[in-house]
């Protein structure tokens, strides 16, 4: 297995959607520095979409993110899917394979959906056993990020980030910290997203993910289709004062703009990222 | 410790959870936190409304001609039917609409176009990110002898299928991915055979005649030369018959359907 301190930060990257394939390999090539691709949209025996990721590849660091691992299910661990991870890891080598520590069906179904885990020793325990078989699988260590919620179960036995931490530590893996996540579901929960900041373990951190959410009014909704809001940018400032210059990248999956709005807001990810450098440092 | 988990209590909350998404069961609602303002019951529509919304744009993403055929009303009516009979048991959402044909012919026996759409852009979206393999080619058939011929054996490419349609759903998804007005839908007197394949990066297709039918279905089987020369007797003259097997030959060639010879 790779070394246990995170990969060093690859800077700052986006989420490669079809629509700017042509962008980042043409007129815009060497915009971002890096890439993470969805798992499963290269889960496929030839063609276009693999043909770009291959090419986008040789001039890209890519990480590959999946959102069907299901690490939080009780079903049996998908051993056909684990395999073909595997073989798109080998092919593509990614820095990092990352996925959500969520469950996303049982009973065979996929809901398609990240669903949330109810925080108890149990499911905290079943979550370890299962990272570890998986990373085992891949023959890599894992990258777990936290999802949004909407919901919260009245059996917990401890918070999401007490949780978070006890996963990490005992199953020696790695997290993405989602900093619109955290502010959604601090929103849906009324929790202070700051204290939940405080209780992720620093050393387990390796990467950063920025999207844009709905507001519903008393709630709100993850939804990607909208820049980043002024809340998730202060939270991220925090979120660099506490755990550093992380590979930072921003999630489009809906409402896709042109590939220059999007690197517009990584700019401001960027300034935002030596502004709490600065911080840090002068505290 | 035990060393065996028992996480029976955590597949039960699982199960409750997933029936509530997918069927609005709602005996998972008293292990939900609600607050004031957003009640347990408002939360846990938010996951199934997600569940319907997502599954729905899934289908119109692979099927969008035959949503543009029947109209986004009718085909939200459609997806609800198909998510409740056909849940997604697959990884990645790309392959959740595979039954969708099967609902249409059961649901519009009247109306056979519809399923024959369906499969049609299922097939050729099959051919889009199937397999690949590197063609021969046209130097490798001028490079072989003569006395070889009657014996060889042609590999297709994996993304080659052909179609037997008994509508024009074809030409109709030919016009709806021109954005241009579908033809009228009609059943034909008799069914025409279609070739999808793709050539390089890109998708293509093409009608067949019945003589390019049985030479291909010969082929793909791994018939030789000399069988295919046999298959084409029930079309052509016996002098012509050479001449057409190697000009249907080159012109697969041609089209990058050959990957192997041997």
């Not at chain 1, 179960?153 to 990490?168: G, V």
């Not at chain 2, 939900?32 to 409304?49: D, K």
């Not at chain 2, 590999?155 to 008994?166: E, S, Y």
């Not at chain 2, 012509?240 to 097997?245: I, K, L, N, R």
Request: with cysteine.
């Amino acid at each position: 297995m790779s070394q246990s301190s995170p990969h060093p930060s690859l800077g700052f990257g986006l989420g490669v959607r079809p629509t700017h394939y042509d962008a980042l390999l043409g007129e815009r090539r060497g915009s971002v520095s890096w890439l993470e691709a969805l798992t499963e949209n290269y889960l496929l025996p030839g063609g276009k979409p693999l043909h770009y990721l291959e090419r986008l590849r040789a001039d890209y660091p890519i990480v590959l993110h999946g959102v069907s691992l299901s690490i939080g299910s009780t079903d049996p661990l998908n051993e056909t899917y684990l395999r073909e991870v595997k073989a798109l890891a080998d092919r593509v080598e990614p820095a990092w394979v990352s996925d959500h520590l969520c469950w996303t069906g049982v009973d065979g179904v996929n809901l398609h959906d990240l669903m949330p885990m109810p925080f108890t020793e149990t499911a905290l325990r079943h979550v370890v056993s299962r990272i570890a078989a998986v990373q085992e699988r891949l023959g890599r260590r894992l990258v777990l990020e936290n999802v949004s919620s909407y919901v919260s179960f009245t059996r917990c036995d401890m918070t999401e980030w007490e949780f978070l931490r006890e996963i990490a530590e005992r199953a020696d893996c790695h997290l993405l910290l989602d900093v619109n996540n955290v502010y959604v579901s601090s929103v849906n929960h009324g929790f202070d997203p700051l204290a939940y900041l405080r209780g992720i373990p620093a050393e387990r951190v390796q990467q950063f993910h920025l999207a844009g959410h709905r507001n519903m009014g008393n709630y709100l909704i993850d939804t990607h289709d909208e820049p980043v809001c002024e809340s998730v940018w202060r939270l991220f400032h925090a979120a660099v004062e506490r755990f550093g210059a992380l590979s930072t990248m921003i999630e489009r999956d809906d409402n896709i703009p042109e590939l220059d709005v999007l690197l517009a807001e990584l700019d401001r990810a960027r300034d935002i990222t030596t502004s709490a450098q600065r911080a840090k440092s002068a505290a | 410790m035990s060393a065996q988990l028992d996480t029976t209590e955590l597949a039960e909350l699982q199960r409750d959870f997933q029936r509530l998404v997918m069927h609005g069961h709602e005996r998972i609602v008293t292990a939900v936190e609600g607050s004031p303002e957003v009640p347990a019951t408002l939360r846990l529509a938010i996951y199934s409304e997600a569940y319907r919304l997502r599954l729905t744009e899934a289908l119109a993403s692979t099927l969008p001609r035959l949503q543009a055929l029947l109209g986004k009303e009718q085909f939200a009516e459609l997806a609800r039917e198909y998510i409740d009979l056909s849940p997604s048991r697959y990884p990645s959402i790309r392959w959740f609409g595979d039954r969708m044909p099967g609902l249409l012919c059961k649901s519009f026996p009247d109306q056979p176009w519809l399923a024959e759409l369906a499969t049609w852009e299922w097939s050729v979206a099959t051919a889009f990110d199937g397999a690949d393999a590197e063609p021969v080619g046209i130097d490798a058939l001028a490079a072989i002898a003569p006395e070889q011929w009657p014996t060889l054996t042609f590999q297709f490419h994996p993304t080659v299928q052909v179609l037997a349609m008994r509508t024009n759903a074809p030409v109709i998804f030919k016009a709806l991915s021109a954005d241009d007005s579908p033809p009228e839908c009609v059943e034909l007197s008799e069914a025409q055979s279609w070739l999808i394949w793709r050539e390089g990066l890109k998708t293509q297709y093409r009608s067949l005649g019945p003589d390019e039918v049985a030479a291909l279905a010969v082929m793909r089987d791994g018939g030789s030369f000399e069988m295919l020369c046999d298959a084409l007797c029930g079309w052509h003259d016996a002098d012509a018959v050479p001449v057409q097997a190697a000009g249907l030959l080159k012109r697969w060639v041609v089209e990058q359907m050959i990957v192997g010879v041997s």
